[in-house]
């Protein structure tokens, strides 16, 4: 792993990346078990940390441009 801050915990994404709100990323990040999140790689949790892979989030996020979590989906 190069030292670029790959892996983020979700304040910092929000902080570094001000397109995404709290509230919102909270809501995807509930949903990451059937929202893809998991399988892409794009998280992962150290204990009870919960941390973001970056590029791997930007590019899910580029192939799911629609995704909304599982309570807003009818």
Do not use: Y
Request: aromatic share 8%; with cysteine; hydrophobic share 40%.
């Amino acid at each position: 792993m190069d030292n670029n801050n790959t892996l983020q915990t979700p304040q910092q994404f929000v902080a570094n990346n001000p397109a995404f709100k709290m509230g919102g990323l909270r809501n995807i990040l509930f949903f990451r078990n059937t929202n893809g999140l998991v399988s892409s790689g794009a998280v992962c949790n150290i204990g009870r940390k919960l941390l973001i892979n970056v590029p791997k989030f930007l590019a899910w996020a580029e192939k799911n441009p629609e995704i909304k979590g599982e309570k807003n989906e009818k």
